[in-house]
């Protein structure tokens, strides 16, 4: 059998923490059984969705650890990658650990789970992870956790072959996590008020505010299950279609 090809990208950058971590733990429990490789962006880009770079080239350069980066975003890192760069397709993108959780509709704006859709984009399957606090706290747990749904993936013991996950993982240590539990994205409340700010020539600017609390946060969503002290697992799609709607708008039309 072919060893399977793992294609790792994140948006907090190809020397942040948490993809460190990723890549390690990977290599680890995998060691030469898989390839891995890496392509991030050059620096953190959280916040940037499925932004893609089409007014500039992009560059990619190899650090001493054979990561790679790019001047870009993470769906150019995957796109690149995936689209041309590498000599063999991957089996697999993964994409993380992010610094800070992605639930509910921070999936919309992630570049975590944008990187991760870009492959399934590609028709790869493809898996999205975030530690579900700031500050790294736990990311060993986290990595560890990564490395077995990797695996569970790999050796089809999911029973998805082209799917695309997000998952979230509580920051406590590895024997206190509670299980995994398959959730739905839950909401929040809309995002706080934009922070207005003086800059040095007078100019009122806007920093963006904190995002909204938990709104729809109850049994069966991503929130409830990281309080439960649950790893999180979302099956997630690429299709903006709202069904329902279209049957009124037929109907209207
Ligand atoms: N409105 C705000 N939203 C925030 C802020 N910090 C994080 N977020 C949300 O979380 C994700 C982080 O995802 P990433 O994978 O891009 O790092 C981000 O996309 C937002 O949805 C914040 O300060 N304000």
Same mark, same amino acid.
């Given at each position: ?14 020397? #942040? ?7 390690? =733990? ?8 898989? %390839? ?14 499925? =932004? ?14 054979g990561f790679r980066y790019v001047n870009g ?63 790294? =706290? %736990? ?6 956790? =990564? ?9 089809n013991s999911l029973g998805l072959e082209h799917a695309l996950l997000n998952v979230n993982i ?19 409340? %809309? ?25 729809? #946060? ?36």
């Amino acid at each position: 059998m072919a060893v399977p090809h793992i294609l790792i990208s994140n948006d907090d950058g190809y020397s #942040a923490p948490g993809i460190l971590a990723l890549h390690g =733990a990977l290599l680890e429990r995998f060691g030469n059984t898989v %390839h891995l490789e890496v392509m991030a962006p050059e620096q953190d880009r959280s916040g940037v969705s499925n =932004a893609l770079t089409l007014d500039r080239p992009l560059t990619v350069r190899t650090a001493a650890n054979g990561f790679r980066y790019v001047n870009g975003t993470p769906t150019d890192c995957v796109h690149v990658a995936v689209t041309g760069l590498l000599k063999t397709r991957p089996d697999l993108v993964v994409s993380g650990i992010n610094n800070g959780a992605n639930m509910g509709d921070d999936t919309i704006y992630s570049g975590t789970v944008a990187a991760a859709m870009e492959g399934f984009q590609c028709g790869l399957p493809a898996i999205a992870f975030s530690l579900a606090g700031k500050g790294y =706290a %736990h990311l060993d747990s986290a990595a560890r956790v =990564a490395a077995e749904i990797v695996e569970r993936f790999l050796n089809n013991s999911l029973g998805l072959e082209h799917a695309l996950l997000n998952v979230n993982i509580p920051p406590i240590p590895y024997d206190d996590l509670q299980g995994y539990e398959c959730t739905r994205l839950g909401k929040r409340h %809309h995002a706080e008020p934009v922070i207005p700010v003086q800059n040095p020539k007078g100019d009122t600017v806007y920093w963006i505010g904190p995002p909204g609390g938990a709104k729809d #946060a109850g049994p069966g969503t991503d929130f409830y299950a990281i309080t439960q002290g649950k790893v999180s697992v979302s099956c997630l799609k690429a299709d903006l279609t709202h069904v329902e709607q279209m049957k009124v708008l037929a109907a209207w039309l």
